[in-house]
């Protein structure tokens, strides 16, 4: 019976001073909320913004202890957010809403690429000058999303006679001659092959953003649990991203660096120029423009446009309310 | 002062040209004495080309005279004419010396 | 050991030659250098060009042999039948006996296997414990969208891959050659592809190869993508991540990027290069293509390494040219010295000697050269002047004496002559004068005057041939003897006579007087006299007219014996002057070498005949001087003698 009592005792000691020790560990705990991101693709400096507002500690300074998750082929973010294997995705404005016309409870806290950065390339000297002379030639699109501009671009400018090859993952198709016009993303194809060897007076681009086919692409997201649950947490990482974006544009050197270090620690071979190139275009594709144009808003006409795309395709049925999908957070 | 020496009928000549003096007169003094010791004894002296002659002149030609005379020789003058015959004969000498107009009058009278 | 530099031979010598020197060696190390550069530049394009073509053979060796493999799979899968089993045995033999192909597949277009599989590929692949089998085909593994499969199968040719980087981790290199293997159309048309035949191959023995040319001394390698991505490299960190653009792009050299082009178009090419390509160093670079992949193989040489051994064997040559300039220095100097010490020792003993100490000795300037020589004459010039200065002494000494004698002989000679005038004050019959100027410092010339009787008064006028001591001499001998003759009382011919022979005995050197001796009757006026070769006496009247007399007379004294002598007599009135001269006075030379003459002497005594007769003197004596202009050849001799009673 002593025995027992002595067993009491000690295991109530015990827990007293496990208390008294964990307390400062759980009330730190309690002031940093854990949350994760995960981008829509591999480290790079299409997501600087976040990259820097980890590494300068601005989501820590917002409560936030955010893990990046690494992204890619084989990992949708947007999946990963609605199934709850991450707390945020970035993600493309199309996806996003076909996901939500589809039922998923997801919402944009925002808005960062506001001017799509989707463009045709092509070779001068393969006479391709305007969007009529694509007809008859091969063109290579990605599939997904990224075919919906192409879709409306054909459209517009009438162009129905293209063989479409798939492009998939690489640009070598193309840079052997076997595409007469290839896709790609400003701040990424394109200038992998002026890396090649190609002279920028040597391509002739066709920006769909110029034509008036302006999709904007990446955003924030999130489950409408989460941002109904702790608003407060959703709006501190907007603003610490907006924050990491912020400073990324007025620290591009130093921003480079971290974008660097980041990349090199994920093993995937980059080199500076083109990460700085990469930095410099999502600069242009973010930096608000036009009257009543801020950081991270979504531009109802681009929603609605999108929309109108998404149902002529058929993809969708109809457009979800751009107030229950963009949720602007103060 | 130039000597001319000549030959002719056995006989030497010296033909003098220019002044005879006492700066000259070692030269004549010389050439008589060769011929002398060549064994000359008769020695003619020409004066027609003679424009001058000073003591010293005369005095070698008195001396010459005197040392022909002494080995059996002769001193015969020719062509004394204007100062030179005038210094002969103011000294005297004119009348004591065998003097001919021409050199070849001179040898002719040997 | 002072140097004067700046003026010293030694400086000059040592300015010259060396300048001279260093300029042939600066020249010669030059043109040396310039030609061994151009040299070793000239082969290092050459080995470049040489290593760079070795090379890339080498790789296009192996790659063509590599890719041949599949094509023969290709070849064999497109005309024989094979079941799935032989397939399957055929991809893994493929594996087995071809060490260098890692992996190998057969992967077919959807149906193309089966009519109703959409996808197969079995794929074998090396590990270290033998050959692996795994079906590509998947629901993860889309092949269909592999690079490995779509580029060829769009293109429709065989093709080697973009390198990449396994994704296996471990970061090896590789490449694909895929071959697409096709089946002939339905009724002969067209054929069309039916799969993709692949051989991965690891290019982990590029870099090998790389490495191994990098190892040595001069140059290295690296390899290029036909995109210009970097597959070998000596700088690991380039090594599939960057290509010749992006670091042209992060350098900023547009020139590179250039460059960069050139080489994934062209088939080959050289330049020399300075840039980040290049590690910022002047190099030369050569590139070439490996054939069946586009790849571009480069090989660098930087320039420093080049030349390295120009370098060193240039500052070998510097360092020994220096040397030896600084030897050639020493020499000359030594040379400079040899010659200007001894140079230096002369002027100091010739300033000695221009100052009057002839004690030199510059013996010990050995030597067979110019210097020794120098100084050798030197030294005989300093003997020799030495005896020269000891004769001049001598004879100066000698002429001194005789000139102090002759000084001595002429103030005999002058004390001899009667100079004292009015020499008989008490007869006032007369008045007389007589002057003698010697021409040299003793006279030919002579006069004399004495009383043979109370009345009758000798006088002479003579002259001596010749000048000098010789006319001197025989002057005293003449002037002794007749004045001893006369004094006897005897005419003057007489007198005359006498003296001739005296004097023509023992006078072996012919000398010869002219003799004018006139006895003067003081009481009658009246003159006896006889001429002996002398010049006729003159007689001034007190109108100053002149005439002439005893031009008739007989030789001069002492050239023969026994002559006959002639004498005149002449009346003196009074007033009327005589005068006896010698013909110093009338053949006086102008430096025209014109001769005073009769006539001027004649109208110079007619305008002083009113002069005391010494003041008419002085008159002849300042004329003949102006006329002679200082240059008296013959002795002057005047005596005047005037009637008073």
């Given at each position: 019976m002593i025995k027992q009592l002595i067993r009491i005792v000690t295991l109530g000691l015990v827990l007293a001073l496990a208390g008294a020790l964990l307390h400062p560990v759980i009330a730190r705990a309690d002031a940093l909320r854990r949350v994760s991101l995960i981008p829509q693709w591999m480290p790079q400096a299409q997501f600087a913004g976040y990259m820097v507002a980890l590494k300068k500690g601005f989501y820590r300074e917002a409560g936030l202890d955010l893990t990046l998750l690494p992204g890619g082929p084989g990992r949708p973010s947007l999946e990963c957010v609605i199934n709850g294997q991450a707390s945020f995705a970035t993600g493309w404005l199309t996806t996003a809403i076909q996901r939500r016309a589809a039922g998923a409870p997801l919402v944009n806290l925002a808005q960062i690429v506001q001017r799509s950065a989707l463009m045709l390339v092509t070779l001068r000297?393969?006479?391709?000058?305007?969007?009529?002379?694509?007809?008859?030639?091969?063109?290579?699109?990605?599939?997904?999303?990224?075919?919906?501009?192409?879709?409306?671009?054909?459209?517009?400018?009438?162009?129905?006679?293209?063989?479409?090859v798939p492009q998939y993952h690489s640009i070598d198709l193309f840079l052997k001659g076997g595409l007469d016009a290839a896709s790609a993303m400003w701040y990424n194809e394109y200038h992998l092959m002026i890396n090649s060897g190609i002279d920028p007076d040597e391509l002739n681009t066709f920006m769909f953003a110029e034509d008036g086919i302006n999709f904007p692409e990446d955003g924030l997201y999130c489950r409408e649990e989460l941002l109904q649950a702790a608003p407060e947490v959703c709006g501190a990482f907007v603003l610490a991203s907006l924050r990491g974006w912020t400073y990324t544009f007025e620290h591009p050197e130093e921003a480079l660096t971290i974008v660097m270090d980041s990349v090199r620690d994920s093993g995937v071979g980059a080199n500076t120029a083109h990460q700085r190139w990469m930095l410099a275009r999502m600069a242009d594709i973010i930096r608000p423009r036009g009257p009543g144009a801020r950081l991270g808003r979504l531009d109802p006409d681009d929603y609605n446009q999108v929309g109108r795309v998404l149902m002529e395709k058929g993809l969708i049925d109809s457009l979800p309310p751009y107030i229950d999908f963009f949720k602007e957070l103060p | 002062m130039q000597i001319v020496v000549s030959e002719k009928g056995g006989a030497k000549i010296m033909a003098l040209s220019g002044r005879l003096d006492a700066v000259t007169v070692g030269e004549a003094e010389h050439q008589l004495n060769t011929l002398i010791e060549s064994g000359q004894s008769i020695v003619v002296i020409d004066f027609e080309t003679l424009e001058y002659i000073s003591s010293a002149g005369l005095r070698f030609v008195l001396a010459g005279a005197k040392k022909l005379q002494a080995r059996n020789g002769k001193l015969l003058l020719a062509g004394l004419g204007g100062v030179v015959k005038e210094v002969f004969e103011l000294a005297g000498f004119y009348d004591l010396l065998p003097v001919f107009d021409t050199p070849d009058q001179a040898i002719g009278s040997l | 050991m002072r140097f004067f530099f700046g003026r010293s031979l030694a400086t000059r010598m040592v300015l010259y030659v060396l300048g001279g020197t260093v300029l042939v060696f600066v020249i010669i190390m030059g043109d040396t250098y310039l030609s061994s550069?151009?040299?070793?530049?000239?082969?290092?394009?050459?080995?470049?060009?040489?290593?760079?073509?070795?090379?890339?053979?080498?790789?296009?060796?192996?790659?063509?042999?590599?890719?041949k493999v599949p094509q023969a799979l290709a070849g064999f899968i497109e005309i024989c039948d094979w079941t799935d089993k032989t397939l399957l045995k055929l991809i893994q033999?493929?594996?087995?006996?071809?060490?260098?192909?890692?992996?190998?597949?057969?992967?077919?277009?959807?149906?193309?296997?089966?009519?109703n599989q959409r996808s197969y590929a079995p794929y074998f692949y090396r590990t270290p414990i033998g050959i692996r089998f795994v079906q590509l085909a998947t629901d993860n593994y889309d092949y269909f969208m592999m690079n490995w499969y779509h580029v060829p199968r769009t293109l429709g040719v065989a093709d080697w891959s973009e390198p990449y980087l396994d994704e296996g981790g471990g970061g090896v290199i590789m490449s694909t050659y895929s071959v697409p293997f096709f089946q002939t159309g339905p009724e002969g048309g067209a054929p069309h592809i039916r799969g993709i035949i692949t051989a991965d191959v690891s290019l982990d023995w590029l870099s090998e190869l790389i490495a191994r040319i990098s190892r040595e001394k001069t140059g290295y390698a690296f390899l290029m993508s036909e995109f210009g991505t970097f597959i070998a490299h000596p700088r690991t960190e380039y090594i599939m991540r960057e290509s010749v653009f992006s670091?042209?792009?992060?350098?900023?050299?547009?020139?590179?990027r250039k460059l960069g082009r050139d080489m994934i178009r062209k088939p080959e090419g050289f330049v020399g290069l300075n840039s980040i390509l290049t590690d910022n160093k002047p190099a030369f670079l050569a590139y070439t293509r490996v054939q069946s992949t586009g790849w571009c193989l480069a090989v660098v040489f930087p320039k420093d390494e080049l030349l390295n051994d120009l370098y060193v064997l240039n500052q070998r040559a510097a360092i020994m040219a220096g040397i030896g300039i600084l030897l050639l220095f020493l020499i000359i100097l030594l040379i400079a010295r040899s010659i200007t010490g001894p140079l230096r020792r002369i002027v100091q003993a010739t300033a000695r000697m221009a100052g009057g100490d002839l004690e030199i000795d510059l013996k010990d300037i050995?030597?067979?050269?110019?210097?020794?020589?120098?100084?050798?004459?030197?030294?005989?010039?300093?003997?020799?002047?030495?005896?020269?200065?000891?004769?001049?002494?001598?004879?100066?000494?000698?002429?001194?004496?005789?000139?102090?004698e002759l000084n001595i002989a002429a103030q005999i000679q002058k004390s001899i002559l009667p100079c004292c005038f009015p020499p008989f004050p008490d007869r006032d019959e007369f008045d007389l004068y007589a002057m003698m100027q010697p021409a040299r410092e003793v006279a030919g010339d002579f006069y004399d005057?004495?009383?043979?009787?109370?009345?009758?008064?000798?006088?002479?006028?003579?002259?001596?041939?010749?000048?000098?001591?010789p006319a001197s001499l025989f002057m005293m001998v003449s002037r002794t003897m007749l004045k001893s003759i006369a004094t006897r009382g005897e005419p003057p011919d007489v007198v005359l006579a006498e003296a001739n022979n005296l004097l023509c005995q023992g006078n072996d050197t012919v000398m010869f007087v002219t003799v004018f001796l006139a006895y003067y009757d003081v009481g009658t006026g009246r003159l006896t006299y006889a001429n002996g070769g002398h010049n006729p006496a003159l007689l001034l009247d007190s109108e100053g007219h002149v005439r002439e007399f005893g031009q008739k007379k007989g030789a001069a004294l002492g050239f023969m014996p026994d002559l006959p002598y002639q004498v005149g007599e002449m009346d003196l009135k009074t007033g009327e002057t005589l005068v006896l001269y010698t013909d110093g006075v009338t053949e006086a030379l102008s430096p025209e070498e014109e001769m005073f003459g009769e006539e001027r002497f004649a109208a110079l005594l007619g305008r002083n005949r009113g002069l005391a007769l010494e003041d008419q003197g002085n008159r002849v004596g300042i004329t003949l001087d102006e006329f002679q202009a200082g240059n008296q050849f013959d002795d002057i001799t005047i005596m005047f003698m005037k009637r008073k009673r």
């Open positions: 000297s393969s006479g391709i000058h305007r969007p009529r002379d694509l007809n008859g030639k091969r063109v290579g699109l990605w599939g997904g999303d990224f075919s919906l501009p192409p879709w409306v671009f054909f459209r517009k400018h009438e162009i129905r006679d293209i063989r479409i | - | 550069r151009d040299i070793i530049l000239q082969q290092a394009r050459q080995n470049a060009t040489d290593l760079a073509d070795a090379m890339a053979q080498k790789i296009e060796k192996n790659m063509w042999g590599i890719a033999r493929q594996v087995e006996d071809h060490p260098e192909i890692y992996g190998s597949a057969v992967a077919f277009e959807p149906g193309a296997y089966h009519p670091l042209a792009e992060t350098y900023k050299e547009p020139e590179l050995r030597g067979r050269d110019e210097v020794g020589r120098l100084a050798r004459s030197f030294d005989r010039m300093s003997t020799e002047l030495k005896q020269y200065i000891c004769d001049l002494t001598e004879a100066t000494a000698a002429r001194e004496r005789i000139e102090g005057f004495f009383f043979i009787d109370d009345d009758r008064l000798a006088l002479i006028m003579a002259d001596v041939s010749g000048k000098g001591i």
